[in-house]
């Protein structure tokens, strides 16, 4: 399956942005689907996830209550909403599939399809 992010730009702090991720060549369908970002010099880390095991969603602390991911099978996608950002939410964000175990959602290694990356942008 291949992943498309999209939906990242510029905006001020307090806005929002909505980012989509797109399955093609195949579908979610047995995935779990998770959102991740990078910030320039950092590693990889987690944001969040719809956990297909148990269809709970899980969120880093940093972005709980300000973040929702919500997975539309029907269309194949599944989007990041993101509110109240903040300036040290700036960073490219990566979605990425695969079949990890609960204990290992966070970890970017538990995943085999990443999508290409989009660039959010948050000034203050």
């Known amino acids: 399956v291949q992943l498309q992010a999209s939906g990242g730009g510029l905006v001020q702090a307090g806005g929002s942005l909505r980012l989509s991720c797109a399955a093609s060549?195949?579908?979610?369908?047995?995935?779990?689907v998770a959102w991740f970002r990078q910030a320039p010099g950092k590693e990889r880390e987690f944001v969040g996830t719809v956990y297909l095991g148990n269809k709970h969603t899980y969120y880093d602390d940093s972005v709980k209550g300000r973040f929702t991911i919500a997975r539309d099978n029907a269309k194949n996608t599944v989007n990041l909403q993101m509110n109240s950002l903040k300036p040290e939410d700036t960073a490219v964000y990566y979605c990425?599939?695969?079949?990890?175990?609960?204990?290992?959602?966070?970890?970017?290694?538990?995943?085999?399809?990443w999508g290409q990356g989009t660039q959010v942008t948050v000034s203050s």
């Open positions: 990425g599939a695969g079949r990890p175990i609960l204990s290992s959602i966070s970890r970017p290694t538990a995943y085999g399809y």
């Open positions: 060549g195949g579908s979610f369908n047995g995935y779990t």
